[in-house]
């Protein structure tokens, strides 16, 4: 069964620092993996998207990594301002199945 | 494009009654998948849905609990006798083809007093 993990749980941080976001995956048996973002009370936004052939996908100031064979993946987040504030999600999609597996997010708040 | 479409966006039912949730999917899209965000918790798939036909409902729980995406108008998810466990926030995605989506709805939350 495959689960997702991510770590830290929450993180605050300073206005302009470059951080790193981790997620886990027991099973490496992946199709793709994807980032999410999570206003609170809102719904979520995709941010990222890798297949699993890829290595890494780059969206502005974002950078996602894939390692399938350590199931993991990094988003690095350049420059972080303020409107960054909210919790992430990491979601794989296991082979044959429609469905994604979600991690518990990070929840992220950068400090002006 | 409205994007996802859910309805209502919080819902409050007491113990017992019954909850209809409401998801239009984006123009053009065929697919629906539902998911409940238990609170403090992350997003934990429940069914997956073409016009007129449940594909996976293997997150569905046994009881109380039914989906259906009819051939005209929005999928429903219908919680029956709810109880206090139920309260959570219920979230729709579509996609226009068999992929798991990138298009979620604002989502619905229920609670349940």
């Known amino acids: 069964k495959q689960e997702v993990t991510q770590i830290p749980a929450a993180l605050s941080v300073p206005e302009g620092e470059n951080l790193v976001l981790n997620c886990s995956f027991t099973?490496?048996?992946?199709?793709?993996l994807q980032w999410f973002r999570q206003d609170p009370g809102k719904g979520l936004t995709s941010l990222l998207l890798?297949?699993?052939?890829?290595r890494e996908q780059t969206s502005g100031r974002l950078n996602a990594s894939l390692d399938k064979s350590s199931g993991r993946s990094t988003l690095y987040i350049a420059a972080s301002q303020p409107g960054d504030s909210a919790t992430y999600l990491c979601?794989?999609?296991?082979?044959?199945?429609?469905?994604?597996?979600f991690g518990q997010g990070t929840r992220l708040t950068i400090n002006p | 494009n409205a994007g996802v479409m859910q309805n209502p966006r919080h819902l409050v039912r007491r113990r017992g009654q019954e909850a209809r949730l409401r998801c239009s999917p984006m123009?053009?899209?065929?697919?629906v998948y539902w998911y409940r965000q238990l609170p403090e918790e992350g997003l934990k798939f429940m069914v997956y849905?073409?016009?007129?036909?449940?594909?996976?409902e293997s997150g569905m729980p046994k009881e109380r609990f039914s989906a259906e995406f009819p051939k005209e108008g929005p999928s429903i998810l219908r919680i029956q006798q709810v109880v206090r466990g139920d309260s959570a926030a219920y979230f729709c995605?579509?996609?226009?083809?068999?992929?798991?989506?990138?298009?979620f709805g604002q989502g619905t939350r229920l609670t349940v007093v």
């Open positions: 890798i297949q699993s052939s890829q």
């Open positions: 995605a579509s996609s226009p083809d068999s992929l798991p989506a990138a298009f």
């Open positions: 099973d490496s048996a992946i199709y793709n």
């Open positions: 979601a794989v999609r296991p082979p044959g199945a429609q469905k994604l597996v």
């Open positions: 849905l073409q016009k007129e036909n449940i594909i996976d």
């Open positions: 123009k053009g899209h065929s697919h």
